[in-house]
T-cell receptor, first 112, second 111 residues
Framework: GDSVTQMEGPVTLSEEAFLTINCTYT??????LFWYVQYPGEGLQLLLK?????DKGSNKGFEATYRKETTSFHLEKGSVQVSDSAVYFC???????????FGAGTRLFVKA | EPEVTQTPSHQVTQMGQEVILRCVPI?????FYWYRQILGQKVEFLVS????????KSEIFDDQFSVERPDGSNFTLKIRSTKLEDSAMYFC?????????FGPGTRLTVL
């Protein structure tokens, strides 16, 4: 079945450091790919999405590019802030969006 | 911007009791879902619902669970006889196509 694998955390960075969280997927067909963020004590917020190969999703300085050839959707940010501390989930859904499959989540700590 | 809402935000119950978690999906959405996140673990799919019936369910969604859309706005998840291992955050989601929009979650604590 479809699955998502993302790098284990926690990831600890200093403020203004470069962030990469790796994500790879296995899927039949042409899934849509997402990054969700969960701040402490809160629900899941959609951070960015990409619906087809070579699409780049971006939001709040975060970016991820849908790479079909490497089945990857790595999350990057050039300069992290303390407020970016959260758990980040890579996820996919089928073309119709009828079910979302999540990775295990990567916890990010950003130190001032 | 429209949002998915869930009530209550936190539910505490005794083992063996029935609980009903409530969700109001975004009004023009057609597909509804429940997911579960045990503390510190990944978000797991429970069930999807479309056209007043279950369209898919996971192995977690056994006979103790049921879903209902009792009126035009609410979508509920019922757990008939709660177990300790049902303690988790439960998320409702809705969509018309990708992506799904998630509610803030209900934290269920079974004592």
């Amino acid at each position: 079945g479809d699955s998502v694998t993302q790098m284990e955390g926690p990831v600890t960075l200093s403020e203004e450091a470069f962030l990469t969280i790796n994500c790879t997927y296995t899927a039949t067909g042409y899934p849509s790919l997402f990054w969700y963020v969960q701040y402490p004590g809160e629900g899941l917020q959609l951070l960015l999405k990409a619906t087809k190969a070579d699409d780049k999703g971006s939001n709040k300085g975060f970016e991820a590019t849908y790479r079909k050839e490497t089945t990857s959707f790595h999350l990057e940010k050039g300069s992290v802030q303390v407020s970016d501390s959260a758990v980040y989930f890579c996820a996919l859904s089928d073309t119709g969006g009828f079910k979302t499959i999540f990775g295990a989540g990567t916890r990010l700590f950003v130190k001032a | 911007e429209p949002e998915v809402t869930q009530t209550p935000s936190h539910q505490v119950t005794q083992m063996g009791q029935e609980v009903i978690l409530r969700c109001v999906p975004i009004s023009n959405h057609l597909y509804f879902y429940w997911y579960r996140q045990i503390l510190g673990q990944k978000v797991e799919f429970l069930v999807s619902f479309y056209n007043n019936e279950i369209s898919e369910k996971s192995e977690i969604f056994d006979d103790q669970f049921s879903v209902e859309r009792p009126d035009g706005s609410n979508f509920t998840l019922k757990i008939r006889s709660t177990k300790l291992e049902d303690s988790a955050m439960y998320f409702c989601a809705s969509n018309k196509g990708a992506p799904q929009y998630f509610g803030p979650g209900t934290r269920l604590t079974v004592l």
